[in-house]
């Protein structure tokens, strides 16, 4: 087992201060109005010290979606663990989505920024590459215990991820998201059970 040296954790500390200061003024400022300067202030470290670790504000930006999408990918693996019924599965999974996406980082990190700002064809590569294989897989359970019907390609899987991402926003937008995320929980499951 090799063991880090101090000068690589404290790199990684660093790395991690400057992620989470740029989290926190994408939230309030958003991309365009943050600028490397503000992020460093916040973060306690110089302009140099981001430039290290990050080309510029869009590879800095990337990393916030990363942490959003990882921290979600936690969220749903721990609400859907222990749960044997496949229709559980994916409500557990849904309502854990719809319940990060009432969160005010998440929503304007993930859901109003990250299109601009990552570009849509790598805002979506991301997105697909630590969920679209979640989907497939909970959708392909439910098809092979005979409880809906879908094609061999992910287009089903696809149109599902877009139809729940639209419901996320749907929330993130609500002025009272709890009970949005329970209204449009319950669309996203209609529009599932409707592949029965």
């Not at 989907?135 to 019907?149: H, K, N, P």
Request: net charge negative.
């Amino acid at each position: 087992m090799a063991v880090k040296g101090r000068r690589e954790e404290y790199a990684e500390t660093t790395r991690a201060a400057i992620v989470a200061a740029a989290i926190e003024r994408f939230t309030v400022d958003g991309f365009a109005k943050t600028s490397i300067d503000a992020v460093a202030e916040s973060a306690r470290v110089s302009k140099g010290a981001v430039y290290h670790h990050f080309a510029d504000k869009s590879e800095l930006f990337e990393a916030t979606f990363i942490v959003m999408e990882e921290r979600l990918l936690a969220k749903v693996i721990v609400g859907v663990t222990g749960i044997a019924d496949p229709w559980g599965i994916v409500r557990a999974g849904v309502d854990t989505f719809l319940t990060e996406c009432g969160h005010p980082d998440f929503r304007r990190i993930a859901l109003e920024e990250a299109p601009a700002a990552l570009g849509w064809t790598r805002w979506k590569e991301l997105e697909e590459n630590y969920f679209l294989g979640l989907v497939t897989a909970s959708l392909q359970g439910l098809a092979q215990d005979g409880l809906i019907d879908i094609p061999s390609d992910d287009l089903t899987a696809r149109m599902f991820l877009a139809a729940t991402s639209e419901a996320g926003l749907a929330v993130g937008a609500a002025a009272n998201p709890d009970e949005e995320r329970e209204r449009a929980g319950r669309l996203v499951m209609r529009f599932l059970e409707g592949l029965r």
